[in-house]
């Protein structure tokens, strides 16, 4: 197996600390606010990395915190908790807002056939762990207190800006120009472990610690449910490309600075998900979220394929049009491997060797583009009999998890389902009332969307097409 390493900038061979055991961290969603697509393509890309590495043999734990609380509206240590300004802006309380849009977040999941992660913490849960790890911090000299809040002093890390190769210098004058500076730092770059109330009134999650009542840093939260879960050492670390700088690397510097050895081997990062006008967002344009690609009829595996197509560490742009070109192939593919007879001998010797082309394609750092073009040269491949390709997409499916031998599955959404069965109630009443036009303009306006109705005796039915 083969991955791109951003901590040595080069594709290495991977190799876990504890024979095949992969202990994997995954860095999960704050919670104010619906994922957008492009959040959903970092988890897919992990999602076929931790079913990829277990397809190879690897025993996977894979853990995902749940950020509710620390996270603020800038990366840096300034700003609302986002949170915070989540539960302000729907008049509910944080806890609530946690609630729904985890829920929410898994619901996406589900659509996608990411499987959700074995371990799933909420940063809330290990205040704890933070304040014994912070307490060391300060014990050993990394940390100290000032004005209330407890930094972490980068100057004691050992190369803090190995992950990020950056460049101190210019990263601080991004720091003079974007932010307000924090007198009670030692170093501008300095973050903040815990905050206490003196700064931030209006924080509703709060503790009591040794520094006073507060709340913890956003990074922290990671570096202390990794610990607790999987322990001193971690083989992979993975988000999207924009939390290299700070998230991970204030991570790095503390998880280290606690253990007082390196950390985690592997750091693996998504390239995002744009849209034509550059950076993906919550606030600005149309909110891609993946309930509004199911509203327009897409099934959300069409985006599945959509991602699986290009390389996770290449920049991808969103467009409908690309969408719907990958809608078409997906639904090709789908038919085509649907229509497979299943009831001929297997040849075991041809399934291996696709199988072992299969995972050469995933161990040359997840080319899952390759994979695909696998997939199809199995369905091209005039030596093999339909039996033999079912079972070896079949095979290849639990990675892809296309639902690529799944039949029937298509099934729409609690909210869509409702307004399908409203329309239908409206072109009844139109029909009734011989206003066949508008009753005909409804069907066609379902039609469009991928739903197809269904004129019987006993009533008017759909199916998804
Ligand atoms: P957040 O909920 O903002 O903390 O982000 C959740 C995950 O999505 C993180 O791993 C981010 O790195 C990742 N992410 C954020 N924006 C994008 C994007 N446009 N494309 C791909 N991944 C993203
Ligand atoms: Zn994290």
């Given at each position: 197996?083969?991955?791109?390493n951003?901590?040595?900038?080069?594709?290495?061979?991977?190799?876990?600390?504890?024979?095949?055991?992969?202990?994997?961290?995954?860095?999960?969603?704050?919670?104010?606010?619906?994922?957008h697509?492009?959040?959903?393509?970092?988890?897919?890309?992990?999602?076929?990395?931790?079913?990829?590495?277990?397809?190879?043999?690897?025993?996977?734990?894979?853990?995902?915190?749940?950020?509710?609380?620390?996270?603020?509206?800038s990366?840096?240590d300034?700003?609302?908790?986002?949170?915070?300004?989540?539960?302000e802006?729907?008049?509910?309380t944080v806890?609530?807002?946690?609630?729904?849009?985890?829920?929410?977040?898994?619901?996406?999941?589900?659509?996608?056939?990411?499987?959700?992660?074995?371990?799933?913490?909420?940063?809330s849960?290990?205040?704890?762990?933070?304040?014994?790890m912070?307490?060391?911090?300060?014990?050993?000299?990394?940390?100290?207190?000032?004005?209330?809040?407890?930094?972490?002093?980068?100057?004691?890390?050992?190369?803090?800006?190995?992950?990020?190769?950056?460049?101190?210098?210019?990263?601080?004058?991004?720091?003079?120009?974007?932010?307000?500076e924090?007198?009670?730092?030692?170093?501008?770059?300095?973050?903040?472990?815990?905050?206490?109330?003196?700064?931030?009134?209006?924080?509703?999650?709060?503790?009591?610690?040794?520094?006073?009542?507060?709340?913890?840093?956003?990074?922290?939260e990671?570096?202390?449910?990794?610990?607790e879960?999987?322990?001193?050492?971690?083989?992979?670390?993975?988000?999207?490309?924009?939390?290299?700088?700070p998230h991970?690397?204030?991570e790095?510097?503390?998880?280290?600075a606690?253990?007082?050895?390196?950390?985690?081997?592997?750091?693996c990062?998504?390239?995002?998900?744009?849209?034509?006008?550059?950076?993906?967002?919550?606030?600005k344009?149309e909110?891609?979220?993946?309930s509004?690609l199911?509203?327009?009829g897409?099934?959300?595996?069409?985006?599945?394929?959509?991602c699986?197509?290009s390389?996770?560490?290449?920049?991808?742009?969103?467009?409908y049009?690309?969408?719907?070109?990958?809608k078409?192939a997906?639904?090709k593919?789908?038919n085509?491997?649907?229509?497979?007879?299943?009831?001929?001998?297997?040849?075991?010797?041809?399934?291996?060797?696709?199988?072992?082309?299969?995972?050469?394609?995933?161990?040359?750092d997840?080319?899952?583009?390759?994979?695909l073009t696998?997939?199809?040269?199995?369905?091209?491949?005039?030596?093999?009999?339909?039996?033999t390709?079912?079972?070896?997409?079949?095979?290849?499916?639990?990675?892809?998890?296309?639902?690529?031998?799944?039949?029937?599955?298509?099934?729409?959404?609690?909210g869509?389902?409702?307004?399908?069965?409203?329309?239908i109630?409206?072109?009844?009443?139109?029909?009734?009332?011989k206003?066949?036009?508008?009753a005909?303009?409804?069907?066609?306006?379902?039609?469009?969307?991928g739903?197809?109705?269904?004129?019987k005796?006993?009533?008017?039915?759909?199916e998804?097409?």
């Open positions: 197996m083969k991955l791109y951003t901590l040595s900038k080069k594709v290495e061979e991977f190799i876990p600390h504890d024979g095949n055991k992969v202990k994997m961290y995954t860095c999960g969603p704050t919670v104010y606010n619906f994922a697509v492009g959040n959903l393509r970092t988890y897919i890309f992990e999602d076929v990395l931790e079913k990829g590495l277990e397809y190879l043999g690897y025993d996977v734990t894979r853990v995902m915190n749940i950020t509710d609380v620390g996270h603020l509206t990366d840096g300034t700003g609302e908790d986002k949170m915070l300004k989540g539960a802006r729907e008049g509910k806890y609530e807002i946690a609630d729904f849009y985890t829920k929410a977040f898994f619901e996406d999941f589900e659509s996608l056939n990411i499987r959700k992660p074995a371990i799933v913490e909420k940063a849960d290990h205040i704890a762990t933070y304040i014994k912070i307490e060391k911090m300060l014990k050993d000299d990394y940390a100290y207190l000032s004005k209330g809040n407890v930094y972490f002093d980068i100057s004691k890390a050992k190369d803090y800006y190995k992950l990020s190769g950056k460049n101190p210098d210019e990263l601080l004058v991004g720091v003079r120009d974007t932010v307000e924090d007198k009670a730092k030692r170093n501008p770059a300095d973050f903040v472990l815990w905050f206490t109330l003196s700064k931030f009134e209006k924080q509703i999650m709060k503790w009591d610690s040794p520094w006073g009542v507060g709340y913890p840093g956003w990074h922290i990671c570096s202390g449910i990794s610990y879960t999987l322990g001193e050492y971690l083989d992979i670390h993975c988000g999207g490309v924009d939390n290299i700088f991970h690397t204030n790095i510097a503390q998880s280290e606690f253990l007082g050895h390196k950390w985690c081997s592997y750091w990062h998504g390239a995002h998900l744009n849209d034509k006008s550059g950076k993906m967002s919550k606030s344009g909110f891609l979220t993946l509004l199911k509203e327009k897409y099934d959300p595996l069409c985006y599945r394929y959509f699986l197509n390389h996770y560490r290449n920049g991808l742009e969103f467009s049009e690309s969408l719907d070109i990958a078409n997906y639904n593919l789908r085509k491997v649907l229509s497979l007879n299943k009831t001929l001998e297997v040849d075991e010797k041809q399934k291996d060797e696709y199988i072992a082309k299969f995972k050469e394609a995933f161990s040359n997840i080319n899952t583009s390759l994979m696998v997939t199809y040269d199995v369905l091209k491949d005039d030596e093999l009999n339909e039996t390709k079912w079972e070896i997409i079949k095979d290849f499916d639990k990675v892809l998890s296309l639902d690529l031998v799944v039949d029937n599955k298509k099934t729409v959404s609690k869509l389902e409702k307004e399908i069965l409203e329309k109630e409206l072109r009844n009443e139109a029909k009734k009332d206003d066949f036009a508008t005909d303009k409804i069907r066609d306006e379902l039609l469009s969307k739903i197809k109705l269904i004129d005796r006993e009533g008017t039915t759909y998804l097409i």
